[in-house]
């Protein structure tokens, strides 16, 4: 069974910078395609950036393009979310999650998740 636990999150100014790290126990990460996830209240839970097992391909939501990272080390069990130029919208909790497959896109595909971490972006 694999773990997840978020950390990172807090408040930051808007144009500030922030970096959520996501850290795997119990299998190894390269395993597993990975996510971030976000959701704020009242809204759906949104996949926010995907990264493959390898590490190799990306994707990101419309929102964040440009703006946000999701890089991996392996060797280290830890997938990372860099966020830049972070605005109020951004604002939710944001979770990590683990698929047992090479690429995972869709919410349902990810069956591992971590419990979460504030973000919150002041205007």
């Known amino acids: 069974q694999v773990q997840l636990v978020e950390s990172g999150g807090g408040l930051v100014q808007t144009g500030g910078s922030l970096r959520v790290s996501c850290a795997v126990s119990?299998?190894?990460?390269?395993?597993?395609?990975m996510g971030w996830f976000r959701q704020a209240p009242g809204q759906e839970r949104e996949l926010v950036a995907a990264?493959?097992?390898?590490?190799?391909?990306?994707t990101y939501a419309d929102s964040v393009k440009g703006r946000f990272t999701i890089p991996r080390d392996n060797a280290q069990n830890t997938m990372y979310l860099q966020m830049n130029t972070l605005k109020p919208e951004d604002t939710a909790v944001y979770c990590c999650?683990?698929?047992?497959?090479?690429?995972?896109?869709?919410?349902?595909?990810?069956?591992?998740w971590g419990q979460g971490t504030q973000v919150t972006v002041s205007s």
């Open positions: 119990g299998r190894t990460s390269s395993n597993y395609a």
């Open positions: 999650a683990a698929a047992s497959r090479a690429y995972a896109s869709r919410l349902s595909d990810y069956a591992y």
């Open positions: 990264i493959s097992r390898g590490g190799t391909s990306t």
